[in-house]
């Protein structure tokens, strides 16, 4: 069953702790935060104290997304929030291994990730140490842009790669997703899809979560 991932970014942050409560009654799995710098990516977002103050609004996975040049300097803070899962990007000028352990040793779930034209041998040395991948695609750093075909091919190699190595991370995707984009994901290997626009933008984000869900395993 494919796991929807709604992204914050998209909702009314005039009220997080609220919109995290409604993503859960919608049947989200994860609820993924888009942390943004304003360096590693030309938008700033939130840091941890926001994901802190939605915490107690959910028991669902916290998915956080950190777009940042030196995640390691605030990663305790994103562990105290109650991240579940951290996924860094690969580009990032820090210890990607360093990291990624500690995460690991903080009892969470370690994930990578990169930008959509970053060499996917990039990712090589992580696939052991992660529980999630995350394919970009879109160009990190804002919402509602067009989902970029080539995200395509990528997942259908990643997951080619997992089996060869007998590995069981996350093939999670992030950027476009839409009704039309979220089932051609899943159909070559995804496992977790983000979408912020297409489902925040629906007068209904109960049916919005339920149809993509649908769309993914029914009849195409
Ligand atoms: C982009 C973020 C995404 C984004 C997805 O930098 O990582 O999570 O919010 O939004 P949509 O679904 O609107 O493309
Ligand atoms: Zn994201």
Known sequence: MVKIAPSLLSSDFGRLFEETRRC????????????M??????NLTFGAG??????PASQLV????LMMNRPDRYL????????????????????????LARIRAAGRKPGITLRPGTSLETLEPHFRSVDLVLVMSVEPGFGGQSFIPGALERIRSIAARRAELGLAFEIEVDGGIDDRTGPMCVDVGADVLVSGNHLFRQASLDDAVQNLKTLCHGDR
């Open 50 to 55: 926001v994901i802190a103050a939605c915490r």
């Open 62 to 65: 916290f998915d956080v997304h």
């Open 24 to 35: 859960e009654r919608a049947g989200a799995a994860y609820i993924h935060f888009d942390v």
């Open 37 to 42: 710098d304003g360096a590693f990516v030309p």
């Open 76 to 99: 305790d803070d994103f562990l105290k929030a109650g991240s579940d899962i951290v996924t860094v990007h690969v580009e990032s000028p820090c210890d990607i291994n360093v990291t």
